[in-house]
């Protein structure tokens, strides 16, 4: 069970800021985002331009094994504009 | 004067209220150092021929707060004689005109400060996760900074 932190327009899509995701704990970053995709069909538009922030590390979408825990914190990050 | 030994520090706050030149300039300010730099970032009117009502900041609090300690460090690598550094930016409406961030840097001599700054603003740009919405009299745009390597850069 992890926490999945949306933001921006990431949160605009999904209607929400946070959820409880229960998910393998080895799992690619891509297999990652498609478990949240199913859950939030209208996050797929922005799936070419988002990463994800795994334990406030970037994890890009593609072939990357992440191992989680219980309790890990997992961030939808768009295009980020601070500054 | 002062008791305290003067060891560099890094001054990081993310916050909704407005920023203060005067303040985070004198968070930096030591007496062996001849030398504070600063950088303002401030909201503009316009963008595309729209007019911008205002800006609105949001961010993944702890983690940038991370990645600005980070930079802070990298800084401290890059430019040894650097002293200490401030980094406020703000979150929630920001006004026209009115500062999103502003980065002091103080060391011994010019040089060093002066490229820090732009390291830090740079890099920020790059890897902070901070979001900024433009608000338009009629729609809203979510901006993409060109530094962010995961963003769509040919639209």
Redesign the interface.
């Known amino acids: 069970q992890v926490s999945v932190l949306y933001f921006a327009k990431s949160a605009e899509l999904a209607g929400l800021r946070c959820e409880s995701l229960s998910v393998p704990r080895h799992i690619t970053s891509l297999q990652l985002w498609e478990e949240i995709v199913k859950a939030h069909p209208r996050l797929a538009v922005i799936r070419d331009q988002v990463v994800f922030a795994v334990r406030q590390e970037y994890v890009p979408l593609g072939n990357q094994l992440v191992v989680l825990q219980s309790g890990d914190e997992v961030a939808i990050i768009p295009p980020i504009s601070g500054g | 004067m002062d008791e305290s030994e003067d060891v560099p520090k890094d001054f990081i706050k993310l916050k909704s209220e407005k920023l203060s030149v005067d303040e985070v300039s004198e968070l930096v300010v030591s007496p062996y150092c001849g030398a504070v730099s600063l950088f303002i970032?401030t909201t503009r009117n316009n963008f595309e021929g729209k007019k911008v009502i205002h800006l609105e900041?949001?961010?993944?609090t702890?983690?940038?707060e991370?990645e600005i300690k980070k930079i802070c460090r990298d800084a401290r690598q890059k430019w040894p004689s650097v002293k200490h550094i401030a980094v406020h930016?703000r979150l929630g409406v920001v006004p026209i005109t009115e500062a999103?961030?502003i980065i002091a840097v103080s060391s011994p001599h010019r040089a060093e400060s002066l490229e820090a700054v732009t390291y830090c603003?740079n890099t920020?740009?790059?890897?902070?996760?901070?979001?900024?919405?433009e608000i338009y009299e009629d729609e809203y745009s979510?901006?993409?900074?060109k530094e962010?390597f995961?963003?769509?850069s040919e639209k």
């Open positions: 970032g900041y949001e961010a993944y702890s983690m940038a991370t930016h999103s961030v603003i920020l740009k790059a890897s902070v996760p901070i979001w900024k919405k979510w901006k993409e900074n962010c995961w963003a769509n």
